[in-house]
């Protein structure tokens, strides 16, 4: 079950214990909290089951959806990921900023920067994988984490990047030491991406935040796609 899901259920069963503890105080009938369980229980295993935790991902994010700060962190996130793989020659394939339009895009979770991974899996396949590609998409990964700390001062998104680093990583047979090192380094790389670019990063947040076409978003940070 996704985390997501897990989430949901956590947040329901807490609601539910706090319905029977007051229902009393308001006369409520013991079968509200029962029946709420029964719904909520139902309804991620569903979600989990049939529609892969994407019904998590839609409702959480129409609910942060309400708060512009959080559309703005997700914004500066992403856009950092497009940025610093244009910057490493890696092509960027789509970009949703929520999980509405992933879906609409057929593409499962709360959606992000989509790169183009072929040279990377083949490599990975072939056990041939360089130290320069893993560094340069290890530097992409970390790209939104990287830009939320500079601008905040905190990291609220970035656990499926770190996810996929240490996954790719694992495979290669690094401790949880070396990822580790591996990360700071990648993040630090990216930090200096986007401070080197910042006028084009800058350029970027606008053109996606418009949802600009990915042609479009090239010729805001002044590349022909």
């Given at each position: ?83 610093v793989a244009q910057q490493l020659d890696i092509p960027v394939t ?132």
């Amino acid at each position: 079950m996704s985390q997501l899901s897990l989430n949901l259920i956590a947040l329901g069963i807490f609601t539910v214990t706090m319905t029977s503890l007051l229902g009393p105080l308001v006369n409520l009938s013991p079968l509200v909290p029962a029946i709420a369980t029964a719904g909520v229980l139902g309804l991620a295993t569903l979600d989990t089951l049939s529609w892969q935790g994407q019904g998590a991902n839609l409702l959480l994010d129409w609910l942060a959806g309400f708060s512009a700060a959080h559309r703005e962190r997700v914004l500066r996130h992403e856009a950092a990921h497009f940025l610093v793989a244009q910057q490493l020659d890696i092509p960027v394939t789509g970009y949703t900023l929520n999980a509405w339009e992933a879906l609409k895009q057929g593409y499962p979770g709360q959606g992000g920067v989509r790169f183009d991974t072929q040279e990377l899996e083949r490599e990975l396949q072939r056990g041939t994988l360089s130290a320069q590609l893993l560094d340069r998409y290890c530097t992409i990964w970390m790209a939104g984490i990287a830009a939320e700390t500079l601008h905040y001062g905190n990291v609220e998104g970035g656990s499926d990047d770190r996810q996929k680093l240490y996954a790719v990583l694992a495979s290669l047979g690094k401790s949880a030491t070396e990822c580790q090192q591996k990360e700071r380094l990648a993040i630090l790389q990216a930090k200096e991406y986007l401070k080197e670019q910042a006028t084009a990063y800058e350029a970027l947040l606008v053109a996606m935040q418009q949802g600009a076409a990915i042609e479009a978003c090239y010729t805001a940070i002044g590349i022909e796609a």
